[in-house]
């Protein structure tokens, strides 16, 4: 049974600092790109970065590239996301998921979603 389960979340100010966990079990994180997304009150959820399966390419959405860092480490089947410089507009909660890339005949990534499963994501709330 695929399951996700974010963890890290909180409270913080602007200015700070965040690091988001995602622990993955019932498959290898290893075999899979996955994603991190969010939902803010009111909004749609959208993408915000994700780490190819094998090679460790990264994405990054414009809104958090540069104070963001998507990872994850294998042997623990998990994948972080490190949150830095945090605005308030990055309140949301946060998701992880497996990811889909979508790529055109040149291989260049035009999109991506998440796949399947969802985990029950961890809030993260930027005071100015």
């Known amino acids: 049974q695929v399951q996700f389960v974010e963890s890290g979340g909180g409270l913080?100010?602007?200015?700070?600092?965040?690091?988001?966990?995602?622990?993955?079990?019932?498959?290898?994180?290893?075999?899979?790109?996955?994603g991190w997304?969010?939902?803010?009150?009111?909004?749609?959820?959208?993408?915000?970065?994700?780490?190819?399966?094998?090679?460790?390419?990264?994405?990054?959405?414009?809104?958090v590239k540069g104070r963001f860092t998507i990872s994850k480490d294998n042997a623990?089947?998990?994948a972080y996301l490190r949150m830095t410089q945090l605005r308030p507009e990055d309140t949301a909660v946060y998701y992880c998921a497996r990811v889909i890339v979508t790529r055109n005949d040149f291989g260049e990534v035009v999109g991506?979603?998440?796949?399947?499963?969802?985990?029950?994501?961890t809030q993260v709330t930027v005071s100015s």
Request: charged share 20%.
């Open 76 to 78: 623990k089947n998990t």
């Open 37 to 63: 997304f969010r939902q803010a009150a009111g909004k749609e959820r959208e993408g915000v970065a994700w780490i190819s399966s094998h090679d460790g390419t990264t994405f990054y959405e414009d809104a």
């Open 112 to 121: 991506y979603r998440g796949s399947d499963y969802w985990g029950q994501g």
């Open 12 to 34: 913080v100010q602007a200015g700070g600092t965040l690091q988001l966990s995602c622990a993955a079990s019932g498959f290898t994180l290893e075999n899979y790109a996955v």
